[in-house]
């Protein structure tokens, strides 16, 4: 049987979700076709792919070793789609951007607008979910991180540090003792991450403020704890680009309580080199770059 090399995005759109279903809407078609395209490429290769389940399909040793091959396939695809396509058409489709959801709504976005309206065939997508991507998945076609990863066939750059302090609202702690030192944070109620949720070890400031600072409000969204600060439930760690907007916010212990981190930008090798990739990063940096350089130190 001749082999189709279309077969081989149907073969990772599955290897990548685990679902017919899943892999049929990433393609635009039913999971009927998916099946009938990944049972040809197997009949092609006279190897089984994937273990079949009720609860989806796990790659086989061979699936796994077709891993690579397979991503080889994509990628030179992509790169001739890049290279040979018009000047203008270049810059159309999408562009997946996994970003932490606060630096997303207060600096990203306005970079993606300008993108969008610069390029009117390119879309954006913001993945602004609390997550760790799969680059080797395809989960994004870049990722703004947090943290620098340790291994993997990607490209690696620092953009910028950005700090975090503890906040307050102005009404809020005028009803409270006056907090002197750490230790009387005990006496507030505190706002932060549901700790057992806490996708990057980055995000974990609340034990290195001081083991009598406890919690009572938590979110897996930055937004939540910020509008619940302002709200006046408690205190709590902000980024200082999320909190300089709102002048009833108050920096509780500065010299004592402060952080600082970094915001990486990480492609996958086989993608770094796209055209689309390359505009849409370079913008989504020199925006970030741009904006962070203005906060206090």
């Known amino acids: 049987m001749s082999l189709n090399w279309n077969d081989y995005r149907f073969f990772l759109a599955v290897a990548r979700s685990g679902r017919l279903s899943v ?28 273990d079949r389940a009720p609860t989806g399909y796990s790659l086989t040793r061979a699936g796994a070793d077709l891993i690579p091959f397979a991503e080889r396939i994509e990628s030179e695809a992509l790169v001739a789609e890049d290279t040979f396509g018009g000047q203008m058409e270049k810059l159309s489709g999408p562009v997946r951007v996994g970003v932490p959801e606060g630096v997303a709504s ?67 702690l005028s009803q409270q003792k006056k907090i002197k030192k750490v230790s009387d944070l005990k006496k507030v109620r505190g706002v932060g991450y549901i700790s057992d949720m806490i996708f990057d070890d980055e995000l974990d400031y609340i034990p290195l ?3 009598s600072f406890n919690p009572h409000l938590t979110s897996t969204s930055v937004h ?30 500065p010299k004592e309580i402060s952080f600082k981190r970094s915001f990486w930008y990480i492609v996958h090798e086989d993608y770094a080199q796209l055209e689309r ?21």
């Open 209 to 211: 403020v001081d083991s």
């Open 277 to 297: 990739v390359r505009v849409c990063s370079k913008a989504i940096i020199d925006g970030m770059r741009s904006e962070l350089k203005t906060m206090p130190k």
């Open 106 to 172: 207060h600096i990203v976005v306005g970079v993606a607008q300008k993108l969008c309206e610069t390029y009117p065939k390119l879309e954006i997508q913001l993945v602004a979910i609390p997550q760790k991507f799969s680059l080797s998945k395809r989960e994004a076609d870049f990722v703004i991180a947090v943290s620098k990863p340790e291994k993997g066939r990607v490209r690696v750059q620092k953009i910028a540090d950005y700090r975090l302090h503890l906040y307050g609202a102005q009404n809020y």
């Open 23 to 50: 892999a049929g809407r990433q393609l635009g078609v039913d999971h009927a076709t998916v099946a009938r395209r990944i049972k040809s490429l197997e009949e092609a290769l006279n190897i089984v792919l994937f």
């Open 224 to 253: 939540v704890q910020l509008n619940a600060v302002l709200n006046g439930a408690g205190v709590g760690i902000l980024h200082d680009f999320m909190a300089q907007p709102h002048g009833s916010l108050v920096k509780i212990l």
